[in-house]
Nanobody, 116 residues
Framework: QVQLVESGGGLVQPGGSLRLSCAAS????????MGWFRQAPGKEREFVAQ????????YYADSVKGRFTISRDNAKNTVYLQMNSLKPEDTAVYYC?????????WGQGSQVTVSS
């Protein structure tokens, strides 16, 4: 089992920045690829960003490419999502995900609201 706890969400104005953190406990963190997903009201959960076990490979949804950066610190068992130039359409609950083969774990989610 892997337990994931997100933090860092909140209310921010358009154009602003936030950094989400996801602290993991349980299994060996570096064995897992990590990702961020989001779900806006009335919409399906969607992929945002992904990072491999070493941090050497990252992938982003087209909608966030160039604005968001995913990173990880295996010594701290934490993955981050730096979000810049935020837009109202980025408003959603953001979920942290840990994946290793068929095993997938989710955090409880962190609300991000972009509004003036």
């Amino acid at each position: 089992q892997v337990q994931l706890v997100e933090s860092g969400g909140g209310l921010v104005q358009p154009g602003g920045s936030l950094r989400l953190s996801c602290a993991a406990s349980g299994r060996t963190f570096s064995n897992y690829g990590m990702g961020w997903f989001r779900q806006a009201p009335g919409k399906e959960r969607e992929f945002v960003a992904q990072i491999n076990w070493s941090g050497g490979t990252t992938y982003y949804a087209d909608s966030v490419k160039g604005r968001f950066t995913i990173s990880r610190d295996n010594a701290k068992n934490t993955v981050y999502l730096q979000m810049n130039s935020l837009k109202p359409e980025d408003t959603a609950v953001y979920y942290c995900n840990a994946q290793n083969g068929p095993y997938a774990y989710w955090g409880q989610g962190s609300q991000v609201t972009v509004s003036s």
